[in-house]
């Protein structure tokens, strides 16, 4: 069966430092990955997506930037974080063959708190 | 552009009550609808879909949804709620074609604390 990997589950960071934000998933092949982050209140916001290594589009521009350097691996990454960084940052897989419309599967997310 | 609205933010309710979560889109073509739950302290995870057929959906722990394209709604029922419903609840949506478009557009959620 299929599973998704997220770590750090937490991470709290100075503001200004880099941040490396990794998810891995198992048990599939050439799977759509996703990026989000939940703001308490504000739902999820898609942050980046990716239909195959080397390949991710952004949908929000910030001081985030994702790469998959890997088939089943997924790097959110910044090289300076801001304050409003800070959120509950969830990576998501879909089977691929039906593009987006495929369901999305969650992984356990990393709480990450800028100070 | 694609929008989720779910009207209420937060429900209160006893157990044995019944449920009915609203959910809204802004989608004029063919869509895809999702409910997903977020019990405390775990990760999001699939209640049911609706991607073609009939437009009521049976899922997971006696919940259902039902799909009436005229009112562009997807609202989430249970007939008698426990304690173990205590979650936030987050309807999704996204255009029923392939491709690289059409990605998942959620709403803000909806807390359920379910009284004991």
């Known amino acids: 069966s299929q599973t998704i990997h997220q770590w750090p589950a937490t991470l709290v960071q100075p503001v200004g430092s880099p941040l490396s934000l990794e998810c891995t998933v198992e048990?599939?092949?050439?799977?759509?990955l996703y990026w989000y982050r939940q703001a308490a209140g504000r739902g999820l916001q898609l942050l980046f997506y990716?239909?195959?290594?080397?390949?991710i589009s952004s949908e929000v521009p910030q001081n985030l930037s994702a790469s998959r350097p890997q088939d089943r691996q997924f790097i959110l990454s910044s090289k300076k974080l801001l304050l409003s960084d800070s959120g509950f940052y969830l990576c998501?897989?879909?089977?691929?063959?039906?593009?987006?419309?495929?369901?999305?599967?969650f992984g356990p997310g990393t709480r990450l708190t800028v100070l | 552009a694609q929008s989720v609205s779910q009207h209420n933010h937060h429900v209160i309710l006893s157990e044995a009550a019944s449920l009915e979560l609203g959910c809204n889109y802004s989608?004029?073509?063919?869509?895809?609808l999702f409910w997903y739950v977020q019990y405390p302290g775990q990760h999001l995870q699939l209640l049911l879909k609706?991607?073609?057929?009939?437009?009521l959906v049976k899922g997971i722990k006696g919940f259902e949804a039902e799909f009436i394209k005229s009112k562009f709604s997807f609202n989430l029922r249970k007939p008698s709620v426990q304690w173990s419903d205590t979650a936030e609840y987050f309807c999704?949506?996204?255009?029923?074609?392939?491709?690289?478009?059409?990605?998942?557009?959620f709403g803000k959620g909806t807390k359920l604390s379910v009284k004991p």
């Open positions: 999704a949506v996204n255009a029923g074609y392939g491709g690289s478009q059409g990605n998942l557009i």
């Open positions: 990716s239909v195959g290594i080397g390949q």
């Open positions: 998501a897989w879909s089977g691929g063959l039906a593009g987006h419309t495929d369901t999305q599967y």
């Open positions: 048990g599939t092949s050439n799977p759509n």
């Open positions: 609706y991607f073609s057929g009939d437009p």
């Open positions: 989608y004029g073509g063919t869509v895809n």
